[in-house]
């Protein structure tokens, strides 16, 4: 059974930073694109960022750009993002995923396993 948990979250003041990590069973991850997402109150979800398979490549959203870090990591725990000068605007709820295939994409459709999301709020 593949699962993907997420971990890492909490509250922090704008301006400060968190770590996501996301433990991962059931699938080897290291053949797949690996991506965060995330969703807040009242909004669609949204594309955060995306790295290859191999590490080599990397995506991210215009609004996080220059501020989070997407990395890759062990078998059990594929994929990380590094969260600096945060905003209250980052609040929401962020979702490790994996890819159906190799390459970055920053399509949900292209990813066929989710996590259930760690809380990321940001105060003012």
């Known amino acids: 059974q593949v699962q993907l948990v997420e971990s890492g979250g909490g509250l922090v003041q704008a301006g400060g930073s968190l770590r996501l990590s996301c433990a991962a069973s059931?699938?080897?991850?290291?053949?797949?694109?690996m991506g965060w997402f995330r969703q807040a109150p009242g909004k669609e979800r949204e594309f955060v960022a995306a790295?290859?398979?191999?590490?080599?490549?990397?995506y991210y959203a215009d609004s996080v750009k220059g501020r989070f870090t997407i990395s890759r990591g062990t078998a059990a725990n594929p994929v990380y993002l590094q969260m600096n000068s945060l905003k209250p605007e980052d609040t929401a709820v962020y979702y490790c995923?994996?890819?159906?295939?190799?390459?970055?994409?920053?399509?949900?459709?292209?990813?066929?396993?989710w996590g259930q999301g760690t809380q990321v709020t940001v105060s003012s």
């Open positions: 995923a994996s890819a159906r295939g190799a390459v970055v994409t920053s399509l949900g459709g292209q990813y066929d396993y």
């Open positions: 059931g699938r080897t991850f290291s053949n797949y694109a």
């Open positions: 790295i290859s398979r191999s590490g080599s490549s990397t």
